[in-house]
C-alpha cells in the first residue's frame, strides 16, 4: 500500500496534549500520506492549510456531525475546501427506528446534492447499531443506502463495525463497493472479543478488503483505532504494518 491516511480522532488525546503541528508532523514521518479530521478545535483554515502543507499531507476527509451538515454546512465546505478536500462524511445519525431513518435519508440526499454541486462527495459512516436495528425489515443501513440517491450519498463502511455486528465484512464491502469512494480500515483483535488492535494484529484480511474495493476504481484508504493506551504509538506500528500489504 502506498498511501494510507489517518482518521485523526485515532490520535485524539495526543491532539489535545500537543496540538495539530506538531502532531500532523508525527504522523507524516509514520509513513501516512493524508488525514481524516473529526474536529478541528479552534485552528483557522488558514492555519490547518500551513501545518498540512508543511508535513506533506493531503486533507482527504472530515467526520462532520449530523446537525452541523443540516445547519452549519457552507462554512464545512468552505474550511474544507480551502483545505483541498473531496469528501465530507456524516459519521452517525438518527437510525434507530423506520421515520427515523428516513428522516435522515432526505436530509443525507438534500445534503449531498448542495455537496455535489459544489465539488464534495458526501459519505455515511457506519457504526454496529445500524446493521444490529432493522428497519422495514431490513438493516436500517441498508435501508438508508437503498432509500438514498447514490449519486449524492455514498458509503463508507467501517470493517471493524461490520465486523462487530456479525456480518462478514468481506461480503458487505463486495456489496457496496461501487458506491465506496473511501474506507475505514479498523482492525478487531478477535471475534469473541471485539476489541480494537494494531493494524497487524487481529483477524481482518485488510490485504482482501483492498483487493474487493481496488475493483471499483480509486478508493481513499482511511486507518482508524478507537482504543486507548499509547495513540502515537499505536499509529506508527500500524502504519508499519499497512505500508507492506
Known amino acids: 500500500m502506498k498511501e494510507i491516511s489517518l482518521q485523526l480522532y485515532s490520535i485524539r488525546d495526543a491532539i489535545t496534549e500537543l496540538g495539530f503541528e506538531k502532531v500532523l508532523d508525527e504522523v507524516a ?17 488558514k492555519d490547518m492549510k500551513k501545518y498540512l502543507d508543511n508535513a506533506g499531507l493531503k486533507a482527504v476527509s472530515s467526520h462532520t456531525g449530523y446537525a452541523i451538515l443540516k445547519d452549519e454546512l457552507d462554512a464545512e465546505m468552505e474550511y474544507m475546501g ?6 465530507i462524511t456524516c459519521p452517525s ?10 428522516e435522515t435519508a432526505e436530509v443525507l ?3 449531498g446534492k448542495k455537496m455535489k454541486e459544489n465539488g464534495f462527495t458526501l459519505s455515511y459512516h457506519n457504526h454496529a ?9 431490513k438493516r436500517s443501513l441498508d435501508y438508508l443506502y437503498e432509500i438514498t440517491d447514490p449519486e449524492y450519498v455514498k458509503a463508507q ?18 456489496q457496496f463497493a461501487h458506491r465506496m469512494p473511501t474506507i475505514h480500515l479498523k482492525q478487531m483483535l478477535s471475534c469473541e ?31 482508524e483505532d478507537e482504543g486507548r493506551g499509547d495513540q502515537l504509538e499505536m499509529a506508527r506500528v500500524s502504519a508499519e504494518f499497512l505500508l507492506t500489504i
Request: without cysteine.
Open 29 to 45: 514521518k509514520m509513513g501516512y500520506t493524508g488525514v481524516e479530521f473529526a474536529g478541528r478545535g479552534d485552528v483557522s483554515a
Open 82 to 87: 480551502y483545505l483541498g478536500a473531496k469528501y
Open 93 to 102: 445519525a438518527p437510525m434507530g427506528t423506520l421515520s427515523q431513518v428516513e
Open 109 to 111: 440526499n438534500s445534503v
Open 129 to 137: 447499531p445500524e446493521l444490529w436495528l432493522t428497519v422495514n425489515g
Open 157 to 174: 463502511l467501517d470493517v471493524f463495525h461490520v465486523l462487530r455486528a456479525d456480518v462478514d465484512p468481506y461480503e458487505y464491502v463486495k
Open 193 to 223: 472479543s471485539k476489541e480494537d488492535a494494531r493494524a497487524g494484529d487481529g483477524v481482518i484480511d485488510f490485504r482482501k478488503i483492498i483487493d474487493i474495493t481496488s475493483k471499483t476504481g480509486t478508493v481513499e484508504y482511511i486507518y
